[in-house]
């Protein structure tokens, strides 16, 4: 992938609060790994794939992540893997809601950083 569309990916990812790693796989795939912490400072990390060095490859495989991604099912998974049993459940759960939150607004924020310039509005054009 080219060196301005992995600056701008990293630049995005940071003003959304995510840190990122890129791995160049098969000359034409790139994989990023996208980490934070949760609201109660639990480390959480997603990856999505890049293809082409197209971006909207990568928004759509961050989208896929976050259909596939429920909040309920990994918090019970994590509670019961982790240990901490039921008595952290709800602030499991809310961490993973904001978490899928904020995934869709790093996509969101990555699709408009390489979108094309918005015309300005009608009343302006006078």
Same mark, same amino acid.
């Not at 019961?80 to 904001?98: F, H």
């Given at each position: 992938?080219? /060196? ?7 630049? #995005? &990812? &940071? ?23 949760? @609201?109660?400072? #639990?480390?959480?990390?997603?990856? $999505? /794939? ?5 971006? $909207? ?14 909040? /309920? ?12 049993? @039921?008595?952290? !459940? /709800? ?11 904020? &995934? +869709? ?6 699709? @408009? $950083? ?8 009608? !009343?302006? +054009?006078?």
């Amino acid at each position: 992938c080219t /060196d301005m569309i992995l600056q701008t990916i990293i630049q #995005v &990812a &940071a003003q959304c609060g995510w840190s990122v790693t890129a791995n160049v796989r098969d000359g034409n795939i790139t994989s990023f790994d996208f980490r934070r912490n949760t @609201e109660s400072g #639990v480390p959480f990390c997603f990856s $999505a /794939d890049m293809t082409g060095s197209k971006p $909207a490859s990568l928004v759509d495989d961050i989208l896929s992540f976050i259909d596939a991604f429920q909040p /309920d099912i990994f918090a019970r998974q994590w509670c019961r893997i982790s240990g901490a049993g @039921e008595s952290r !459940y /709800d602030q499991t759960l809310s961490d993973m809601d904001g978490i899928r939150t904020r &995934a +869709w607004l790093l996509a969101i924020d990555l699709s @408009e $950083a390489f979108s094309a310039p918005r015309p300005s509005p009608w !009343y302006l +054009w006078n």
